[in-house]
């Protein structure tokens, strides 16, 4: 089947199971790794969130790379789309490389520079250490997913999640159970099972997309190009993230026992299976937009767009009331503490809001960064993020003591007013005249 023939159907499933398959990966590692502990449970949540940070630089490339080749393939031009890989394979590969020795053998430092709690530093460092050496896995993974996507084969990835995870499954089980290695086993676990995800991506992307006569540009017009819209986007994502640092920083001030932040990990566990039906429309909706734009079909573009968004708000809610009314009963999974239950079954009644405001941000957001417009998404995510999520998070939360329900407050007015940004951005239909690339 030609790629631009394929539906959201298609696309959308395949991505969202992928997506669950990776959730069920920190699901997982969270669920064992709370029988040792609940402090444990918010170490590896955050030193997760550092990793996060600190990768951020892999999605300049993947994140416009993607946006090409969707736009390439659209208009025919299938060598060029295979030419914008390779560049972005290369880039990765080295400042991959890079980051796996920082945090490899400088975990310790850099979390004692950014603060964490006394009692999650060290099970924190190992997990960074182990996890965040081979962080260049995670720098080659989206590369790969990302070119089956963009070329329409969106199954592969989901195939080659799932039998990471089950990877991840069993070695849990062994090296945290059978050899009693803790974090480092749950650690060891992770590594394993993003190199099964890696070499299965690279196989499916030599079997299933093959590149005859290439039609090429200049490397030099190709990186700009991936350049152009993935460094914005990019920038976009460090900034959350260094929000994100910025709030757990808070919130671990708020109790030396790490409470508050160890409910805002397990709130985040459960929370990604309805942020996943979101990012997974995304993905597949900015796939489509990079199609059509190719095409020139900029009408299909704007309806696309909008079903896109009704559909995935309808999910997402749906699941955040689902997990919600199953607070507890979600919960006793992973602690039998009464006031964590508690705590963690108000923040996903929250959650029901927030997700409102992030699905319709993740949609038109990566819309407007596929046909271009990445720069207005940056500028708004720098207000809100730092105004609503982070200013809220320390207002809410630590000058009216509200504490992690204070974070999330800011957190929820934070995706709502720049999800009211990019949908009136759209509507403005400015998008229309970005794209330079065809």
Same mark, same amino acid.
């Given at each position: 089947m030609n790629p631009i023939q394929k539906s959201m159907k298609q696309l959308f499933v395949p991505i969202y199971l992928e997506m669950l398959c990776s959730t069920l990966t920190g699901m997982i590692d969270t669920v064992m790794v709370s029988s040792v502990g609940d402090q444990t449970v918010g170490a590896v949540g955050t030193a997760n969130t550092y990793i996060s940070m600190f990768i951020i630089m892999f999605s300049v490339i993947s994140t416009g790379m993607a946006a090409v080749m969707t736009v390439y393939i659209g208009a025919g031009k299938l060598g060029t789309a295979h030419q914008a890989m390779k560049l972005g394979l290369y880039f990765n590969l080295a400042t991959g490389s890079a980051l796996s020795l920082i945090l490899g053998f400088f975990s310790g430092n850099i979390l004692q520079l950014i603060g964490i709690a006394d009692s999650l530093l060290e099970p924190a460092r190992t997990y960074l250490s182990i996890v965040g050496g081979f962080c260049i896995l995670n720098a080659l993974i989206p590369v790969y997913s990302g070119y089956l996507r963009a070329f329409g084969h969106s199954r592969p990835p989901f195939l080659t999640a799932t039998a990471?995870?089950?990877?991840?499954?069993?070695? #849990?089980?062994?090296? *945290?159970? +059978?050899?009693?290695? +803790?974090?480092?086993?749950?650690?060891?676990?992770?590594?394993?099972s993003k190199l099964v995800t890696l070499a299965g991506?690279?196989?499916?992307?030599?079997?299933?997309? &093959?590149?005859?006569?290439?039609?090429?540009?200049?490397?030099?017009?190709?990186?700009? &190009?991936?350049?152009?819209? +993935?460094?914005?986007?990019? @920038?976009?994502?460090? !900034?959350? #993230?260094?929000?994100?640092?910025?709030?757990?920083? !808070?919130?671990?001030?708020?109790?030396?026992?790490?409470?508050?932040?160890?409910?805002?990990?397990?709130?985040? &566990?459960?929370?990604?299976?309805?942020?996943c039906a979101g990012a997974a429309f995304a993905q597949a909706n900015a796939i489509i937009i990079g199609w059509n734009l190719g095409a020139k079909r900029l009408d299909e573009c704007d309806k696309s767009t909008k079903q896109t968004a009704l559909f995935g708000i309808i999910i997402a809610v749906a699941l955040a009331t689902l997990f919600a009314a199953?607070?507890?009963?979600?919960?006793? $999974?992973?602690?039998?503490?009464?006031?964590?239950?508690? !705590?963690?079954?108000? *923040?996903? *009644?929250?959650?029901?809001?927030?997700?409102?405001?992030?699905?319709?941000?993740?949609?038109? +957001?990566?819309a407007l960064k596929t046909s271009g417009d990445a720069v207005f998404t940056t500028i708004i995510a720098v207000i809100f993020m730092y105004l609503c999520a982070v200013g809220g998070t320390y207002l809410f939360g630590?000058?009216?003591?509200? *504490?992690?329900?204070?974070?999330?407050?800011? $957190?929820?007015?934070?995706?709502?007013?720049?999800?009211?940004?990019?949908?009136?951005?759209? #509507?403005?239909g400015k998008?229309?005249?970005? @794209?330079t690339i065809v």
């Open positions: 990471g995870n089950i990877v991840n499954l069993i070695l #849990n089980a062994v090296l *945290l159970f +059978g050899f009693g290695l +803790g974090v480092a086993g749950v650690a060891c676990a992770t590594v394993i991506n690279i196989f499916a992307s030599h079997r299933y997309i &093959q590149i005859g006569d290439p039609d090429r540009e200049s490397n030099r017009r190709i990186l700009l &190009q991936i350049v152009r819209i +993935g460094l914005p986007s990019a @920038l976009e994502a460090a !900034l959350y #993230n260094t929000a994100m640092t910025l709030i757990i920083s !808070l919130l671990n001030r708020m109790d030396s026992a790490g409470i508050h932040v160890t409910a805002r990990s397990y709130a985040a &566990q459960i929370t990604n299976f309805s942020y199953a607070s507890g009963l979600i919960m006793g $999974m992973f602690t039998d503490d009464s006031y964590m239950k508690k !705590l963690v079954g108000n *923040l996903l *009644l929250m959650d029901i809001i927030l997700e409102v405001g992030r699905v319709t941000n993740l949609v038109f +957001g990566s630590v000058r009216w003591n509200w *504490l992690v329900i204070g974070a999330y407050a800011g $957190m929820t007015l934070d995706e709502c007013a720049r999800a009211a940004c990019m949908l009136i951005r759209w #509507n403005s998008w229309r005249s970005k @794209l």
